[in-house]
């Protein structure tokens, strides 16, 4: 039972690959540092391991997934189906994509 910090996406893909994973959570959290302040976290469990990877934002796209960042009423946002067409994209396979971003709250 351990967890994974990968520090790039394609560390985070190739365990993705490896332990053939067919769900990624991820959630959007506040990052002071960033431009515009928010982050990435995507996640998937393989056997009782779990994998984390986290993006940064620069300036309209997350740093390195390039996932675009959208703003409504002033607050930066990443929608689902951004983050499903990535994964899809990047994989060659649909992914089921959960948003978690409300738990991480409680």
């Not at 990052?31 to 620069?58: E, H, K, M, Q």
């Not at 607050?75 to 994209?89: H, S, T």
Request: charged content about 25%.
């Amino acid at each position: 039972m351990a967890l994974h910090r990968l520090r790039s996406w394609e560390e985070f893909k190739q365990a993705l690959v490896k332990c053939r994973a067919d769900c990624v959570f991820f959630a959007i959290e506040d990052y002071p540092l960033g431009n515009p302040p928010i982050s990435l976290r995507l996640l998937f469990t393989c056997g009782r391991d779990t994998y984390v990877f986290n993006d940064f934002a620069r300036g309209d796209h997350m740093a390195q997934t390039g996932i675009p960042i959208r703003a409504g009423g002033g607050l930066p946002y990443v929608l689902k189906e951004d983050v499903e067409a990535f994964l899809r994209r990047e994989l060659g396979r649909p992914i089921q994509v959960v948003d978690f971003t409300m738990t991480t709250f409680l």
